[in-house]
């Protein structure tokens, strides 16, 4: 272990999370990141679940090579080709109604932006998220994120009210045949909504697959309701596919399972495959209402070239490739392995998730479904031992679920070698507790 770098970052960085991994990585190729001793570790996060096509994709690489070398950045009043291009490819992605795109950054700045355009178009400033969301660590999205960060900073933005999130294996609302009654518990938590609302309802923004949540899914029929029910409140709906978005459920967008639009998407990780590339789209008319208001969202790196490349580059990858219906197909096979760890360990509790946006959440036994933080840890730790880093919630009572997201361009041998390893880690830590 290199203690002088350890030492080092101790001395002079800001810590600003969970810990680090006890790794120097050097360099990073395809679905693997390689330490300073050159030892290749699984990287079954996809980065910070961004990556979808690997690290160091000759296309992206190419890209960013020529745009640093000829257009990178401009003036924020300032557009180019680019831009307009993107605009034009991504919007044809979606349904005809979200025709247009604000490009920016990171996700956190999406949701901002998101946000500013919900208050504005409706002149209202509620906004409802789930009570384990996460939008961003700036003070609009962080506003909206309840899953963690939200004490000892003083007052969060005021009107942001929460939903309680649709987990079918821990949620205490259930039908007389012991499934889970999303109806009654969505029904429950607007409820609530309307009781605390100042009578200023904006908009609802969700995931529509819970990622630092714990990889928590609504159910089929739940955004279709949900829209409706926003709908009867004069609410704008907002899906945040930060994470689902660009093929990673088996669909180019997660919401495309129920049948929803969103009056806003906003886009980012997945957009950039790594880099830092976030959009924002929207309804004509809401764009127009928007803008007669004044809107403003003037950024350093709006609308910025090399952005915009990296995007179109994405886009031609997963095309070209057809990554969409290759993360369906591997995404079964990755529910098959983990269903059967599910059915052959009594501490894996649950199974969830879609295409290669997966959880698996331990437990102490399946009867009591006790958190098993430490067993997460331990088995986390010694899958990177094994080779294999795998990322795990780092929230009170989640520290047992994994979140399972390689890379769309990874290999059917590479996808079966990290399960082999996370159950080799599971059976050696189980056998050292007894």
Request: charged share 20%; proline share 5%; hydrophobic share 45%.
């Amino acid at each position: 272990m290199d203690t002088t770098f350890w030492d080092e970052t101790d001395r002079l960085l800001i810590r600003y999370g969970g810990g680090f991994t006890p790794r120097i990585i050097e360099r990073a190729a395809g679905a693997y990141v390689f330490d300073r001793q050159g030892t290749p570790i699984l990287d079954f996060t996809s980065g910070q679940m961004s990556a979808i096509l690997g690290h160091a994709h000759p296309d992206i690489v190419a890209t960013v090579s020529s745009a640093v070398a000829s257009l990178n950045h401009l003036f924020s009043g300032m557009l180019s080709a680019p831009v307009l291009e993107l605009a034009r490819r991504l919007t044809a992605t979606l349904p005809p109604a979200l025709g247009k795109m604000l490009l920016l950054t990171t996700g956190a700045e999406a949701n901002e932006a998101a946000i500013k355009m919900a208050k504005l178009c409706t002149g209202r400033f509620e906004i409802v998220s789930f009570d384990r969301s996460w939008h961003g660590m700036t003070q609009g999205a962080a506003a909206a994120t309840f899953s963690a960060g939200r004490r000892g900073y003083g007052p969060p933005m005021p009107g942001n009210l929460a939903l309680p999130t649709p987990n079918a294996y821990r949620s205490p609302f259930r039908s007389s045949d012991g499934s889970h009654d999303w109806e009654a518990e969505l029904a429950y938590g607007f409820a609530l909504v309307d009781q605390q609302s100042a009578g200023s309802l904006a908009a609802c923004l969700i995931e529509p697959i819970l990622s630092s949540g714990g990889i928590i899914e609504p159910p089929p029929g739940y955004l279709r309701r949900l829209r409706e029910m926003c709908d009867e409140r004069g609410m704008l709906l907002i899906l945040d596919e930060a994470q689902t978005g660009l093929g990673r459920t088996g669909a180019m967008y997660a919401f495309e399972r129920d049948g929803v639009t969103p009056d806003i998407l906003t886009l980012s990780k997945t957009l950039g495959a790594g880099l830092p590339v976030a959009a924002v789209v929207t309804t004509a008319e809401i764009e127009q209402v928007c803008h007669d208001r004044g809107f403003l969202f003037y950024t350093t790196h709006v609308s910025d070239p090399l952005a915009a490349s990296v995007a179109l580059t994405v886009l031609d990858v997963i095309e070209r490739e057809n990554l969409v219906a290759r993360a369906a197909k591997l995404g079964d096979r990755l529910t098959d392995r983990l269903l059967a760890l599910r059915d052959g360990y009594e501490v894996v509790g649950d199974v969830r998730g879609r295409g290669l946006l997966q959880g698996l959440e331990l437990v102490t036994d399946k009867k009591s479904k006790t958190p098993a933080d430490e067993l997460g840890k331990a088995i986390t730790a010694a899958c990177l031992d094994r080779g294999l880093h795998m990322n795990i919630v780092q929230l009170p009572g989640m520290g047992g679920i994994f979140r399972i997201a390689p890379p769309l361009t990874i290999t059917d041998d590479e996808l079966h070698a990290g399960l082999d390893i996370l159950e080799a880690s599971l059976k050696a830590v189980l056998a050292t507790a007894r």
